[in-house]
């Protein structure tokens, strides 16, 4: 394939697919940091409970 200089690079689809792929990427990671970010929330207010009942229980 002969290529002018001016024909090298990225085409518009490329970029977009890219910038997609991306996007989709930075989602996913969102929602997984989102998620464990919530389950220790839940284990924090868990141990609390615990550390009142073996209070209560004295």
Do not use: H, P, W, Y
């Not at 690079?9 to 464990?36: D, K, M, N, Q, W």
Request: glycine residues 6%; aromatic residues 4%.
């Amino acid at each position: 394939m002969n290529m002018d200089k001016k024909n090298q690079g990225f085409t518009l689809i490329e970029l977009l697919v890219v910038i997609a792929i991306i996007g989709i990427l930075s989602a996913v990671v969102t929602f997984s940091l989102s998620t464990a970010r919530n389950k220790g929330k839940d284990g924090s207010i868990q141990s609390q409970l615990n550390q009142i009942r073996a209070q209560a229980s004295l």
